[in-house]
């Protein structure tokens, strides 16, 4: 059975951290290329950070970019994203998807999201 479960959110003081996690099981999670996402209300969906499969590589939307890293285990089938130095514009909803291409087949998986609350 798939699951992707993300775990970690919560309220968090301005200038704070969080670290979330993603864990994944039922496909063979490394590789898969993982994002994190985020959706405040009555906003778009937002991509925030991207890890390749087997952690080849990462990326930032530049409203996280010094602040945020994703990093992954893949022993333990399971994506971080450690976020310091938190703001109010971080609060959001945050999910995560694990997406697979070969050829044009594209399988992708999400978790039912985190919420992350910055306020004082």
């Known amino acids: 059975q798939v699951q992707v479960v993300e775990s970690g959110g919560g309220l968090v003081q301005p200038g704070g951290s969080l670290r979330l996690s993603c864990a994944a099981s039922?496909?063979?999670?490394?590789?898969?290329?993982i994002r994190w996402y985020r959706q405040a209300p009555g906003k778009e969906r937002e991509l925030v950070a991207t890890i390749t499969s087997a952690g080849g590589s990462t990326n930032y939307a530049n409203s996280v970019k010094g602040r945020f890293t994703i990093s992954s285990d893949n022993a333990k089938s399971t994506v971080y994203l450690q976020m310091n130095s938190l703001k109010p514009e971080d609060t959001a909803v945050y999910s995560c998807n694990a997406q697979r291409v070969v050829g044009v087949a594209r399988t992708s998986y999400w978790g039912q999201g985190t919420q992350v609350t910055v306020s004082s």
């Open positions: 039922g496909f063979t999670f490394s590789s898969y290329t």
